[in-house]
């Protein structure tokens, strides 16, 4: 069984910029996409961006050119880099990672941007 786990959430003022890890560990064999969704409160997760193991990337269009995805295969880890963060980027980010046709979900970390 895979287990995931994030890291780096936090509190940032309104511009600033925080950088969310998820580290894969368990009986892995290949993860073929990893990546981000978030879940605001009263609302509907979603997706934040995705990475796939030959590190094509997609995102959502209300993070492009803020938010950049990254990998590292060797570690079976992810990362987002959160630049020029928003009052409504505030939400629960949750690392995702999918092998096969199995999907796996971090446990969440708060990520909350103040005006």
């Known amino acids: 069984q895979m287990r995931l786990v994030e890291s780096g959430g936090g509190l940032v003022q309104a511009g600033g910029s925080l950088r969310l890890s998820c580290a894969a560990s368990?009986?892995?064999?290949?993860?073929?996409?990893m990546g981000w969704y978030r879940q605001a409160p009263g609302k509907q997760r979603e997706l934040v961006a995705l990475i796939n193991s030959g590190g094509n990337t997609r995102s959502a269009d209300s993070v492009k050119g803020r938010f950049t995805i990254s990998r590292d295969n060797a570690k079976n880890t992810v990362y987002l880099q959160m630049n020029s963060l928003k009052p409504e980027d505030t939400a629960v980010y949750y690392c995702?990672?999918?092998?096969?046709?199995?999907?796996?979900w971090g446990q969440g970390t708060q990520v909350t941007v103040s005006s």
């Open positions: 995702n990672a999918v092998i096969r046709v199995n999907n796996y």
């Open positions: 368990g009986n892995i064999f290949r993860i073929d996409t």
